[in-house]
Antibody, heavy 118, light 106 residues
Framework: EVQLLQSGGDLVQPGGSLRLSCAAS????????MSWVRQAPGKGLEWVSA????????FYADSVRGRFTISRDNSKNTLYLQLNSLTAEDTAVYYC???????????WGQGTLVTVSS | IVLTQSPATLSLSPGERATLSCRAS??????LAWYQQKPGQAPRLLMY???NRATGIPARFSGSGSGTDFTLTISSLEPEDFAVYYC?????????FGGGTKVEIK
């Protein structure tokens, strides 16, 4: 069974940092481009970042470029998102997502809440 | 690429037909997906490449369109279909989602 198990969400002060993790199982993790998608409270979905299976190519939304860093450890089947310089606008549930095929997401993590507040 | 969904809210009764629209600011060919999301849950993939149903999706869901105009149709609404629906393009980076259409019970 394909599973994505997330961890790392928390309450953090503005300007702070956090690292999210997504542990994958049930599929050949290293062969998939993985993404992070977020959803602010009561709002729609926003794609955040993606990383090729090899880890050598990354993509970011303009809203997070330069502040967030996506990475992966294929030996641990784990995806990461490092969040720096956080603002209240980054408050959201963050999902990791696996594609069915090229960037259509058929499997999602359970979501982890990041709250940025003083 | 900006995806604009309409209407924002659709008020219908069970058994009625739902027609949801997604318009792209530039052509995305057929590279568009639809998702369903219920409160407190992660999104679920319904359709990909505009008209292909994902695994396990009932036949009452259908998708059409290409280029800039896309439609998701639910032929006869079941109680479990009342939810929010999002379109998403994968034509180029950054990937983008539409703002969503809420299908609510009338």
């Amino acid at each position: 069974e394909v599973q994505l198990l997330q961890s790392g969400g928390d309450l953090v002060q503005p300007g702070g940092s956090l690292r999210l993790s997504c542990a994958a199982s049930g599929f050949t993790f290293a062969t998939y481009t993985m993404s992070w998608v977020r959803q602010a409270p009561g709002k729609g979905l926003e794609w955040v970042s993606a990383i090729y299976g090899s880890g050598d190519t990354t993509f970011y939304a303009d809203s997070v470029r330069g502040r967030f860093t996506i990475s992966r450890d294929n030996s641990k089947n784990t995806l990461y998102l490092q969040l720096n310089s956080l603002t209240a606008e980054d408050t959201a549930v963050y999902y990791c997502a696996k594609p069915l095929r090229a960037n259509y997401f058929d499997c999602w993590g359970q979501g982890t809440l990041v709250t940025v507040s003083s | 690429i900006v995806l604009t969904q309409s209407p924002a809210t659709l008020s219908l009764s069970p058994g009625e037909r739902a027609t949801l629209s997604c318009r792209a600011s530039q052509s995305v060919s057929i590279h568009l997906a639809w998702y369903q999301q219920k409160p407190g849950q992660a999104p679920r993939l319904l359709m990909y490449d505009a008209s292909n149903r994902a695994t396990g999706i009932p036949a009452r869901f259908s998708g059409s369109g290409s280029g800039t105009d896309f439609t998701l149709t639910i032929s006869s609404l079941e109680p479990e279909d009342f939810a929010v629906y999002y379109c998403q393009q994968r034509f180029n980076w950054p990937l983008t989602f539409g703002g969503g259409t809420k299908v609510e019970i009338k």
